[in-house]
């Protein structure tokens, strides 16, 4: 299993990014995908996943309507676009993934997740 993330950089309060992981190794339609985000001195939190099954979306209530994320399946590519950033969501993202075939939602806990990528850095700053 192999998870490239990409599309961190320095971006202005309000401004917006897209992220992606680009993803192998695995059956695409039997593994949710999340997008996790660590700050500097902060633990690892869930920022939001899409399902197996479907591609149902979760978010973290602190980027509902800001942040989507979708699942292009030729690509097989998950993207995180951010809207309306904030100085808060500055910190290092990074992409997961698990079997998760069973399951109608994705989860936003670490303990969800197996796999992780490397890592794209978000600063948002004025």
């Given amino acids: ?58 978010y973290a209530d602190f980027v509902k309507g800001r942040f989507t994320i979708f699942r292009d399946n030729t690509k097989k590519t998950v993207f995180l676009q951010m809207n309306n950033l904030k100085p808060e969501d500055t910190g290092k993202y990074y992409c997961a993934t698990a079997d998760s075939r069973s399951d109608s939602r994705c989860g936003l806990g670490n303990w969800d997740y197996d796999y992780w990528g490397q890592g794209t850095q978000v600063t948002v700053s004025s």
């Avoid at 961190?8 to 059956?27: D, E, H, I, K, N």
């Avoid at 996790?36 to 996943?49: A, M, N, T, Y």
């Fill in 1 to 58: 299993v192999q998870l490239q993330a990409s599309g961190g950089g320095l971006v202005q309060p309000g401004g917006s990014l897209r992220l992606s992981c680009a993803a192998s190794g695995f059956t695409w339609n039997h593994y949710a995908i999340a997008w996790f985000r660590q700050g500097p001195g902060d633990k690892r939190e869930g920022v939001s996943c899409t399902s197996a099954r479907d591609g149902t979306p979760n």
